[in-house]
């Protein structure tokens, strides 16, 4: 019988299990619930709403925000553990969710990743034991740890042109042609010198950059759209024409939207 306190202890945990060769393509409306999800074999592929596409190998933890539209598939021989948990986080806790709605813990903690078996094992033990709710406490407040202390106190200037030049283009993708002169203005720095900062944070100039991030968004728009009319939004990727978006789409993805679609949407 538990004792009286017990009953006002949320568990966190709502849903555990591992997946072998991850067969089936993961997405929001399968899981709709906050989740750590660690990477025991192969590697995988995760693309979400708000980061370019990541690759994730054994030994990778990723925390997926409950309301982020993602997808999770397999490259080879993909394994997963999962742990999907609710309720509400005491305030000390809040900090750590204010991340961008999906982090992979990179480089690889030894701490997070015994945080995570320490959390999947007691509860594949007894789901009724109580230590489940501190061990899914710990496990929070070991990963927002990790999260804050990997995260550069203070930006070198260099450092905060390379990332917000980056989150310009981000911005003006939709133009077929971005004019860099306000942000370039405002910044007081030549192209020239925008261009080096790029090739040195990113490994790629101001135009492979653009590139680059046109066509990852255009694989967003065709993963968030589905099934829906979603050559309508080549302009939102800052194409000419759904004749463009189709020809480069192809070359960059080395398969077509229909075949990328049905990928990402594999059932």
């Not at 591992?18 to 929001?28: A, G, H, R």
């Not at 590697?43 to 980061?51: A, F, S, V, Y």
């Amino acid at each position: 019988m538990k004792k009286n306190y017990e009953k006002f202890l949320p568990s966190y945990i709502f849903d555990i299990q591992e997946i072998n060769n991850l067969s089936k393509v993961m997405f929001m409306n399968n899981f709709p619930h906050h989740q750590f999800i660690l990477c025991t074999s192969g590697t995988g592929k995760i693309c979400t709403e708000n980061n370019i596409e990541q690759t994730v190998s054994k030994g990778d933890i990723v925390f997926i925000n409950s309301s982020i539209l993602f997808s999770l598939r397999q490259q080879e021989n993909f394994s997963i553990k999962r742990i999907a948990f609710n309720g509400n986080f005491v305030t000390n806790y809040l900090q750590y969710f204010d991340f961008n709605q999906s982090v992979v813990f990179v480089p690889k903690s030894d701490e997070v990743f015994n945080a995570f078996n320490i959390a999947y094992d007691g509860y594949m033990h007894d789901k009724d034991d109580i230590q489940n709710s501190v061990n899914m406490y710990n496990l929070i407040g070991v990963c927002g740890e990790s999260y804050v202390s990997s995260k550069p106190t203070l930006l070198t200037p260099e450092d905060f042109i390379a990332e917000s030049g980056f989150d310009f283009i981000k911005q003006n993708i939709s133009s077929i042609n971005i004019d860099f002169s306000p942000y370039l203005k405002l910044h007081k720095i030549s192209i020239t010198e925008l261009n080096d900062i790029f090739i040195s944070r990113y490994g790629k100039n101001i135009n492979e950059l653009i590139y680059f991030y046109r066509m990852e968004f255009a694989k967003y728009a065709v993963f968030k759209v589905g099934n829906t009319h979603y050559e309508r939004y080549y302009n939102q990727c800052g194409f000419k024409s759904p004749q463009e978006f189709y020809s480069e789409f192809k070359k960059y993805a080395n398969m077509t939207v229909e075949e990328y679609l049905n990928l990402v949407w594999a059932k």
